[in-house]
């Protein structure tokens, strides 16, 4: 079982920054597939950026250059550094786990942490 809570989340001006964190219980965060998801209003959830057991990092084109994805497995705390933000990145921003298993990956979702960007 693993749960995720967020924190960092804010009302930030535009080109400000911001920093999510995401903190996982248990003893298998070195495995877990991590991932930061963001839902707008009226908005399907997707998915900003990701990273692996291993550090392999990908990002949505919207956030490349801007968001940085990282992990600190002494803290069991994947890490979401957002720079030069934009109105458009308002959104409820979710970490997301995958906790690979025999035969079927089990997935977990923190509670959400909210992003404004507003002058």
């Known amino acids: 079982q693993v749960q995720l809570v967020e924190s960092g989340g804010g009302l930030v001006q535009p080109g400000g920054s911001l920093r999510l964190s995401c903190a996982a219980s248990?003893?298998?965060?070195?495995?877990?597939?991590l991932r930061w998801y963001r839902q707008a209003p009226g908005k399907q959830r997707e998915l900003v950026a990701s990273?692996?057991?291993?550090?392999?990092?990908n990002y949505d084109d919207s956030v490349k250059g801007r968001f940085t994805i990282s992990r600190d497995n002494s803290k069991n705390t994947v890490y979401l550094q957002m720079n030069s933000l934009k109105p458009e990145d308002t959104a409820v921003y979710y970490c997301?786990?995958?906790?690979?298993?025999?035969?079927?990956?089990?997935?977990?979702w923190g509670q959400g942490t909210q992003v404004t960007v507003s002058p």
């Open positions: 997301h786990a995958v906790l690979p298993l025999p035969g079927v990956d089990k997935n977990y």
């Open positions: 248990g003893s298998n965060f070195k495995i877990l597939s």
């Open positions: 990273i692996t057991s291993v550090g392999i990092t």
